[in-house]
Nanobody, 126 residues
Framework: QVQLEESGGGLVQAGDSLRLSCAASGRTFNNYAMGWFRQAPGKEREFVATITWSGDKTYYEDSVKGRFTISRDGAKNTVYLQMNSLKPEDTAVYYC???????????????????WGQGTQVTVSS
C-alpha cells in the first residue's frame, strides 16, 4: 500500500506561481513513477506531468510545457509540481498518483497509476 498526500493548492492570480507537493508513504520502494493529473469541473481527469521514481525521465502535457516542472526528493519521498505563469484555464483539482507495478497503460493515462491522493484545489483568477 502507498499513501499519497497532496498540499500546496490555493487561490492565486493569473501569472502567479504555486508549488504543489505530494508526500508518499508506505511501500514506496516499489514505485515506478509518480504523476500529476488535474480535473476541472465538468471535465475528465487529464494528464499534467510524470516523473520516473529514479527521477531520470519526465513528461509533460503540451499546455504546461515550459511553465510547469515536476521533480522529486528521494530522501523525503516527495514529488513536487512547480507551476509558473499560471492561467485561469489551469484551475482544477490536482491529483498526485503513483505507479507501483508494471503496466502496459502509458504514464500519460490515468489508468497507468494504481494509487491516488485526495487532490488539492488550484484556482487561478483572471
Amino acid at each position: 500500500q502507498v499513501q499519497l498526500e497532496e498540499s500546496g493548492g490555493g487561490l492565486v492570480q493569473a501569472g502567479d506561481s504555486l508549488r504543489l507537493s505530494c508526500a508518499a508513504s508506505g511501500r514506496t520502494f516499489n514505485n515506478y513513477a509518480m504523476g500529476w493529473f488535474r480535473q476541472a469541473p465538468g471535465k475528465e481527469r487529464e494528464f499534467v506531468a510524470t516523473i520516473t521514481w529514479s527521477g531520470d525521465k519526465t513528461y509533460y502535457e503540451d499546455s504546461v510545457k515550459g511553465r510547469f516542472t515536476i521533480s522529486r526528493d528521494g530522501a523525503k519521498n516527495t514529488v513536487y509540481l512547480q507551476m509558473n505563469s499560471l492561467k485561469p484555464e489551469d484551475t482544477a483539482v490536482y491529483y498526485c498518483s503513483a505507479r507501483t507495478k508494471p503496466m502496459l497503460t502509458p504514464l500519460t493515462r490515468a489508468g497507468g497509476y494504481d494509487y491516488w491522493g485526495q487532490g488539492t484545489q488550484v484556482t487561478v483568477s483572471s
